[in-house]
């Protein structure tokens, strides 16, 4: 399960100009992502969820990179989570 909230930094209501060929963050983007894995012996049918440590980040961004730092943003949570996950699995 992915997440994120928005928080507007103090200044997004003025018109922002470009800044050496930029332009100024404007809001800070949270994200946190939660998995749960299900280990399950198919000999035996037991099985164990697993739910590895949550992990999240927050980024400022601008207007004119928003998509494009979200989803740099989504792909480093994905990695950390996937790989306290496979972490989970190797331990038990």
């Known amino acids: 399960m992915l997440e994120s909230a928005q928080e507007d930094k103090e200044g997004k209501v003025v018109s922002w100009i470009p ?29 164990k969820m697993l739910t590895p440590e949550v992990h999240s980040d927050a980024r400022f961004n601008s207007s004119s990179s928003r998509g494009e730092e979200d989803q740099k943003l989504v792909m480093a949570l994905k990695a950390k989570g996937y790989k306290s996950l496979i972490a989970d699995l190797l331990n038990e």
């Open 19 to 47: 800044f050496a060929g930029k332009f100024v963050p404007d809001q800070k983007e949270q994200m946190r992502i939660r998995l749960k894995g299900i280990l399950v012996d198919v000999a035996t049918g037991n099985w």
